[in-house]
């Protein structure tokens, strides 16, 4: 959680950013993607998410199907907007 002030501060932002990258790039390489568990209320978005994301790794012929359960995420996630 960043400060008003901190979120202005566009060098702290491109660090971050770029230590997020290359913590991802290192996980990408080992295949390994820590992921937490989702609180229960949106167990079945996250559900959604984990799959599309299985998806993704089929490559380009699995775009289509991809960006429909994505979008089964979402409309999941909106049904939870008011909470």
Known sequence: MLSPEE???ERRLRDE???YALEFLKQDDAMEY???CP???M???FFY???AARLMCGGI???PAARKVLDLA???IQRHDDE
Request: no cysteine.
């Open 7 to 9: 979120l202005r501060d």
């Open 17 to 19: 950013a770029a230590k």
């Open 34 to 36: 820590p992921m937490g």
């Open 39 to 41: 609180d229960g209320r």
């Open 43 to 45: 167990n079945k978005a």
């Open 49 to 51: 998410a984990i799959e």
């Open 61 to 63: 012929d699995a775009k």
């Open 74 to 76: 979402i409309e999941e």
